[in-house]
């Protein structure tokens, strides 16, 4: 996996360099790169590695986006909160994903539960019936959300994983307006650090049944 992002990120940045190359093109582009990197391999395979993607470009006086699966990018502006993101992995194995909530995290319960919806959500994963994610095959660049904004309606704007963005949807623990504040006042390191605390009082997920303690957590702060 690190590997995986490290390339698909930097060709992403490349094929991005030229402000009048879509989000989406540029992303297929990126997508298609990193696969010829590995010609001899099955690619097709369901545990291929696979990312999300959550992009912000600014050009031209607007804001450009395109989220893939469910790391979002969240923009402030005058008249509230906008949060882009792609929940549709959550509608697929509704079944499955009981099951995981239904035990406590670091038990045998939990593992053999997640290992099961991992396996299957892998079967479904870039397919009209499932969910998509940035994979192989360059045509999931296809189905990601894309849209403009006017640069001059934003004042700020936050791209973060759903490690992140769980403080709010998942935990309840704070809202956009607190964490836009937090990331003005001590920026994404001060925000992590509250994402971790939160996630301290609730080793086991009893109180907010999820995957694993705590998942991987990135933010980027832009602000004019």
């Not at 010609?39 to 912000?56: F, K, M, R, Y």
């Not at 001060?190 to 609730?202: F, H, S």
Request: negative net charge.
């Amino acid at each position: 996996m690190p590997w995986y992002v490290a390339h698909l990120g930097g060709y992403l940045l490349a094929a991005l360099a030229e402000p009048d190359v879509s989000l989406s093109d540029g992303l297929a582009e990126a997508l298609s790169r990193v696969a010829a990197l590995h010609p001899q391999c099955d690619l097709s395979n369901p545990g291929t590695p696979s990312a999300t993607v959550a992009i912000l470009r600014q050009r031209h006086g607007v804001l450009d986006h395109l989220v893939l699966a469910d790391s979002p990018v969240v923009l402030d502006g005058r008249d509230g909160f906008t949060v882009i993101t792609d929940q549709r992995v959550d509608d697929v194995l509704p079944d499955l994903r009981a099951e995981v909530e239904r035990h406590e995290t670091h038990t045998a319960g939990h593992r053999e539960a997640l290992q099961s919806l991992v396996l299957a959500q892998r079967e479904v994963r870039n397919t009209p019936d499932g969910y998509w994610v940035a994979g192989a095959d360059p045509e999931s660049a296809r189905h990601g959300l894309t849209g403009t904004t006017k640069l001059d309606e934003v004042r700020s704007a936050a791209v973060m994983s759903d490690g992140v963005s769980r403080l709010v949807t998942e935990y309840g623990m704070a809202t956009w307006d607190e964490v836009f504040a937090t990331l003005h006042a001590g920026g994404p390191r001060e925000l992590i650090e509250t994402v971790r605390k939160v996630e301290a009082t609730d080793p086991t997920g009893i109180r907010w049944p999820r995957y694993k303690s705590g998942d991987d957590a990135t933010v980027a702060f832009c602000q004019w």
